[in-house]
Every structure is written in C-alpha cells, then in structure tokens.
C-alpha cells in the first residue's frame, strides 16, 4: 500500500507540477536538466561552480557537446535556473545529485564531494523530499552514509518523512545515437514509497525506468557496468599485443569476429583507459571488498594490463623511430593527436595522451600536440605540469617538422588522408588511419 506522500507526488509528476533540483552541473547533471525540461518540468540547478552558474544562466555551457536551446528557453520561461544558493534546496520536490566521485591519490574512494552535498541538503530538507543520489559509488553509499547523515540532521526517517534512492547515470557523452531520454535508467529505493516515487519520476523522464530490490543493488549495478567494459578492454588490449608479436591485426580480428550474432560483443584496445568512470569505479567495488576480506582479481588484473599501455605505445614508438625512422626517441619532436580520453568531446579527465605526453617528454623528445577539441590543457592533479600547454596547429609544413604522429584519440574532425600524406611516420593506437580508410608506408598500429 503505497504512502499519501507518495501518492501525492506521483500524481504531481504526472501533471508535471513536480519541481526538480540538480545538485552538481556537469557532464551528468546538465543532459539530466535538459531531459527534464524537455519533459514540462521546472528545474533548479545547484553548483558549487558560480562561473558555471553564471554560464548556465546565460545560456551558455563549459560542455562542447551539449546543445544549449531548452536552457536558454528555460531560462527565458522561468523553468530553468542555476544557483549557487544552497538554502533554496527545500524548494524542488525531487533533489538528484551528481556530483564527482573520483578516487584519492591513494587510489581508495572520494566520497567528500557526496558527503558535504549530503549535509548540505541536510540542513535544509523538509518533510516529503525525495532526494536521490546518481554518482557513482560502491554498495552501501546510500544507505550506511548518506541515511545516517540526512536522518542526523534533520531528525526525520528515510522512508517516512523524506525519501532516498539512488539512480547510477548511464551517461556516454558524444554517443550520437543514446542520451540521457533514450537510456533505461535503474531505479533502487530505501523502502517501497522510495521506489514508487523514483520509478514514477524517472519513468517520465527516461524512455524506462528499471526497479531493482535495493539502493545497495542500484549502486552494483552501475560498478558491475564499468567492471565490464574494463575487463574486456583490458582482454582486447592483452590480445593486442600477442596479436602483434604473430603479425596479425586486433582490429581486424575483431571485425571479423563480431559478424558472430551471438555471444561476441566487440571491445577495442587503445592507448589506455581514460575518462571519469571506466578508470575509476572499478576501484569502488574493490575497496569495498576488502571490508568483507575479498580480493578482486579481475578488476586487479585488468587495471594492472590497462595501465600498463601507455608504456607499450611509447616502446613501440621508440622501436619505430628507430628502425623506420632512423632517430632516436631522446632527439624526436613527436606530434600527439587527440589529448581528450575519447574521440568527438572535449573532456580529457584521466585521459591516457596525457600519461604518454609525460612518459615521451622522459625520454627527452620534444612534444606538441592537437586537439580540435581542447585547445588548452586545463589543471589536472596528475599532470599539473602540463596545464595551460596550447594545441598546435596542423598544417602540411607543420606536419613535416614532427618526426612521428602519435593517434592517442580518434576524433573524427581530423583530415587523416591529409595527416598521413604530410606526416613521416604515424603510429595509430586506434585504428583510426584504416577506419578512414587511408593506408599508407608510414603508418603502423600500436
Ligand atoms: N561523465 C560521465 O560520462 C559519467 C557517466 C556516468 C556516471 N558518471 C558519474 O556521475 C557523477 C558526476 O560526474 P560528472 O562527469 O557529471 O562530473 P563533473 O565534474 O562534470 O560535474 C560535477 C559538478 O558538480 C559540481 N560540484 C562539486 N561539488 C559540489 C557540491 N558539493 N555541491 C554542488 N555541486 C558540486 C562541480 O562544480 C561540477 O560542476 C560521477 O559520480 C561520475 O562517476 C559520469
């Protein structure tokens, strides 16, 4: 039997009188937003961020990829406002937060960003609230660490007097065929009335929305998806290498082998692994684990083989500036094309070309490099030495003054008949000279 407060907010879901706050105004949050305007919502977002605020008011965004219309529309019909101001967090009905959950420089989980969030919406959640988190975040997140923090603070019950649950976002920026709207988004609640009201409101937000028992079960969910792919990106990368040693090509290999309509699903090597997620979460589970005295082999092993790439790629480029090139790497000026972690976004957190742009400039040769997508390198805990390094600009004669172009990113807005025609040697960690269709001497796979 479902609860009166819960009752009452589907209902206003469905007449779109349900008002939503998004706490964290990132990747994640701004498509949330826009889903939920696209749907008749009003939105409050909430940053800590008050140059991205101000963007957002403006109509603008830091997001390349992110088509800005329903913002500004929103904005001009009072449906949409960015705030910095956090004591307006009672007035949404619905509070989802995404917010960052990276790992410390001791590789172990970084729940402060959802901690102070947390206390925050403490000090102001009223009576009724559904607030639910969509961060990334190992089992248990929910229910042992936020409960206990908005039960505190307020002195109401989860399940009775506010709401909790928790949704992982499925997010694949620059995905031209899926966004936010058109991925199944998975529900778990802390008690039924929970469930009902998250259910209904992603229901209207999201093409499906897909119960599961618990918040802990949502939170595995979205660790199980990353452990995933990183597993088999981590396998496609191990076979990489043995595939070369034998002569053979990975990436032929596995276009060959996904026309199978079952029980192959093709994953391809690359540099190595980047991006907020892929790199992390796995990490999550395996701290998590330890807690209940479980090794987690696979996770382990895949991060050791992934991490391990960008010093194969740049082995493979000494080997190749040796034997085809004839120069050694230490007197090399090398071109690094696409510093973003993926091809056609502009995000480069974790991104394996910075690791690579490190370990060749170790080596003594001198690095440029061109993204048509970031033409600053911003500040990065790992890399702060390379903040504010600008990207080149390619051009024939340019092009000729590099002994070697290393393809770190495949972005498809790069002219590679023209790179390889005006280039020495191009080593392509991503298949991107044959995927264009170019072949040519100078070009090798790595
Ligand atoms: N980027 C993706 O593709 C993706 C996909 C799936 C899941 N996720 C997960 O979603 C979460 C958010 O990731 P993102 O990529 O959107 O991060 P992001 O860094 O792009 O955005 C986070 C935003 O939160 C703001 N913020 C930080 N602390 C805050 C606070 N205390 N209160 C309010 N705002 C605060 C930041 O200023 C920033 O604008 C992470 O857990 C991530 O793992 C990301």
Request: hydrophobic fraction near 45%.
């Amino acid at each position: 039997m479902s609860s009166p407060a819960a009752q009452r907010f589907v209902e206003r879901v469905n007449d779109r009188t349900v008002v939503i706050g998004i706490v964290g105004l990132g990747y994640v949050g701004i498509p949330l937003a826009l889903a939920a305007l696209r749907q008749g919502f009003r939105v409050i977002g909430f940053d800590i961020d008050q140059n991205r605020v101000d963007q957002l008011n403006a109509g603008r965004s830091a997001i390349k990829h992110i088509p800005m219309d329903l913002i500004i529309e929103g904005v001009k019909d009072k449906r949409f406002e960015a705030s910095t101001d956090f004591d307006r967090m009672a007035e949404p009905d619905a509070l989802l937060i995404a917010v960052p959950t990276p790992l410390t420089k001791y590789r172990e989980p970084d729940l402060s960003y959802v901690v102070r969030t947390t206390e925050a919406i403490g000090r102001r959640l009223r009576k009724d609230q559904l607030v639910v988190l969509e961060s990334t975040t190992y089992p248990g997140t929910t229910d042992e660490v936020m409960r206990p923090i908005l039960e505190k603070a307020t002195g109401l019950k989860s399940g009775e007097e506010f709401f909790l649950a928790f949704s992982p976002e499925r997010e694949d920026p620059g995905n031209p065929d899926f966004g936010t709207s058109t991925i199944p988004k998975v529900v778990g609640g802390d008690g039924a009335a929970a469930l009902e009201m998250s259910m209904a409101l992603y229901g209207a937000l999201v093409v499906r929305a897909v119960p599961v028992s618990s918040t802990a079960t949502a939170e595995a969910v979205k660790l199980t998806e990353n452990i995933f792919r990183a597993v088999n990106i981590a396998l496609v990368n191990e076979l990489k290498v043995v595939y070369a040693a034998m002569g053979i090509d990975v990436w032929e290999v596995i276009d060959a082998a996904k026309t199978k309509p079952f029980g192959f699903m093709p994953f391809y090597p690359g540099p190595g692994l980047g991006g907020h997620c892929i790199p992390i979460d796995p990490f999550y589970l395996t701290w998590k684990a330890r807690e209940y005295d479980i090794a987690t082999r696979f996770i382990e092993l895949a991060g050791e083989i992934n991490s391990r790439m960008p010093y194969r790629v740049v082995a493979d480029l000494a080997q190749l500036l040796d034997t085809k090139g004839r120069k050694n790497l230490s007197d090399a000026r090398i071109l690094v094309m696409g510093i973003a972690y993926k091809k056609n976004i502009d995000d480069m957190r974790e991104s394996p070309s910075l690791k690579l742009i490190e370990l060749i400039e170790k080596r003594g040769a001198h690095v440029e490099f061109h993204d048509p997508f970031i033409p600053v390198i911003p500040p990065t805990r790992e890399h702060a030495d390379l903040t504010g390094r600008k990207s080149v600009s390619v051009s024939r004669e340019s092009l000729a003054s590099f002994d070697a172009v290393l393809i770190a990113t495949d972005h498809d807005d790069v002219d590679y008949a023209s790179l390889v025609a005006h280039s020495k040697l191009v080593i392509d960690t991503r298949n991107a000279c044959a995927r264009a269709g170019v072949s040519a001497d100078n070009v090798f796979k790595a």
